[in-house]
């Protein structure tokens, strides 16, 4: 069955304390898997889309690689406004739609 | 800026009493959809609409409508709200069902 597990669920960090998200995926043909932000009380805001396996994407502070099972959300040097949930998804052929995982509920501290 | 625009962002409506949510896109995208995101949860998908094709998802409950009556615009009719329908409703588009879906900021929904 198509699946999205994002770990930890919730991680605070110091302002410049790097570290990284994880997200699991198993599905029948990867189509494509996406990474967002989201701020309380918002809708989500796109940040990257992964294809293959060895792919990576940056955007300043922020880098996702890809491999067959997982991809990984690299925050380099956070600052308190990276504070957000992150959520992963994949699109699954099967069911035709996104897959969302509960999302990553990070806490940056000045 | 091109984007997708949601009004009203906050709606109030009492139980039972009909209510209407919109959206409207200036992406010129093909898919549209709705989404339902309760307090710490994922997004739910609810339908979406290829251009005109409406496509429901098959858990969404019957007391869930939507209209889309040209590519910019699409709307959530709630017949009767319940109590357990207050949540946050996500409107999103794609250009084709496989690429990156752009939200909405959302119409946080109160039900009394």
């Known amino acids: 069955e198509d699946q999205v597990t994002q770990s930890p669920e919730a991680l605070r960090l110091q302002e410049g304390e790097s570290s990284s998200l994880n997200c699991s995926y198993t599905v029948s043909g990867l189509r494509g898997l996406f990474w967002y932000r989201q701020d309380p009380g918002k809708g989500p805001e796109f940040l990257f889309t992964l294809y293959s396996a060895g792919e990576e994407k940056e955007k300043e502070r922020l880098k996702a690689t890809l491999t067959k099972k997982e991809s990984f959300l690299h925050i380099t040097a956070p600052k308190p406004e990276d504070s957000a949930t992150y959520l992963c998804a994949v699109q699954s052929p099967k069911k035709g739609k996104l897959i969302f995982g509960q999302g990553t509920t990070l806490q940056v501290k000045p | 800026d091109a984007m997708v625009i949601q009004n009203p962002r906050y709606q109030v409506t009492q139980f039972g009493k009909p209510v209407t949510l919109s959206c409207s896109q200036t992406?010129?995208?093909?898919?549209m959809y709705w989404y339902q995101q309760k307090s710490s949860q994922a997004p739910k998908l609810l339908f979406h609409y290829y251009d005109k094709d409406f496509n429901n998802e098959a858990d969404t409950p019957d007391n869930f409508q939507s209209r889309r009556p040209n590519t910019s615009f699409c709307f959530l009719d709630i017949r009767s709200p319940g109590l357990g329908d207050a949540a946050m409703y996500l409107c999103?588009?794609?250009?084709?069902?496989?690429?990156?879906?752009?939200f909405g900021p959302g119409t946080r929904l109160t039900v009394t």
């Open positions: 999103a588009t794609s250009r084709v069902r496989a690429l990156e879906q752009y």
């Open positions: 992406l010129n995208h093909n898919v």
